[in-house]
Nanobody
């Protein structure tokens, strides 16, 4: 399984970004894809997840209403739309995938991780 995240960059506060994560290496029909982020000196935190088959979503309370996760099954790609960016959103954003669809907010449920894409927000 390989995951390639992209779409990060330097933006201004209030801007929007769409992060992409292309998955390859197997069929992901019953798997789940998650987005996480890690800021310097902080733990990696769950942001959102989506199931590949039904598209069921789950969001961290801190980003609900401002982040939107979606997937394109034909392209094996998952997206994270991030709106109204704030300086505190600056972090490396990671996508991850796994077979379990239960504890979707737990990092331990995701055995496969991409390298991450850096998001920097200037105020």
């Amino acid at each position: 399984v390989q995951l390639q995240a992209s779409g990060g960059g330097l933006v201004q506060a209030g801007d929007s970004l769409r992060l992409s994560c292309e998955a390859s290496g197997r069929t992901f029909t019953n798997w789940i894809m998650g987005w996480f982020r890690q800021a310097p000196g902080k733990e990696r935190e769950f942001l959102a997840s989506i199931t590949w088959n039904l598209g069921t979503t789950n969001y961290a309370d801190s980003v609900k209403g401002r982040f939107t996760i979606s997937r394109d099954r034909a392209r094996n790609t998952v997206y994270l739309q991030v709106d109204s960016l704030k300086p505190e959103d600056a972090a490396v954003y990671y996508c991850a995938t796994g077979e379990s669809t239960y504890r979707v907010r737990s990092l331990n449920e995701y055995p496969y991780w991409g390298r991450g894409t850096q998001v920097t927000v200037s105020s």
